[in-house]
């Protein structure tokens, strides 16, 4: 028996594919009348590094500087699902409603998807992966394999279409 899908964690880092990849959560969310949380991680940085970063920012600025990265971010984010919705399912009126919340958030990446996952009670993960050429047709992107080899959940992986793979 198949578990019902209630909830969907949309993993971007709004690559072109990732945009790619939003249509099939929002597809598969209006099919399963779901709803979508949509995550971005800011990667952390070493240390070693965030140590050198600091000798030349003022303090707070490293801070101040991520508030405006995830604001950055929540308007990328919104404004790819409005376009979304109003370019591919005009017709739906409860697209806007599917976006639960959109979450933005700093550590590893792959770490940070699997925690968002389980503490969110998300029924799937939905992200994409790069194409580049020949190796995109043999591996799947680090990010997606890292996700894909320790969670439990289904993870569905949109690959990058192929009519952009050589742009």
Do not use: W
């Not at 009348?33 to 952390?44: G, R, T, Y």
């Not at 550590?107 to 968002?116: D, F, R, S, T």
């Amino acid at each position: 028996m198949t578990h019902p899908i209630r909830k969907i964690l949309y993993a971007t880092d709004l690559s072109p594919n990732s945009s790619h990849a939003l249509s099939y959560a929002v597809k598969l969310a209006r099919d399963n009348q779901a709803q979508i949380i949509a995550l971005h991680v800011i990667e952390e940085i070493s240390p070693g590094n965030a140590a050198l970063v600091d000798t030349y920012l003022k303090e707070g600025e490293r801070e101040k500087f991520f508030e405006q990265s995830k604001a950055f971010v929540v308007q990328q984010l919104q404004g790819r699902f409005r376009a979304l919705c109003e370019k591919e399912f005009p017709d739906d009126l409860d697209c806007l409603e599917r976006l639960l919340a959109i979450e933005v958030c700093s550590g590893y990446p792959a770490e940070v998807i699997l925690q968002k996952a389980k503490a969110l009670d998300s029924d799937i993960i939905v992200m994409g992966t790069h194409g580049k050429g020949f190796i995109s047709q043999t591996f799947l992107g680090s990010m997606a394999k890292r996700v894909l080899a320790r969670t439990r959940k289904p993870v569905f992986i949109v690959p990058l279409p192929k009519e952009t793979q050589n742009a």
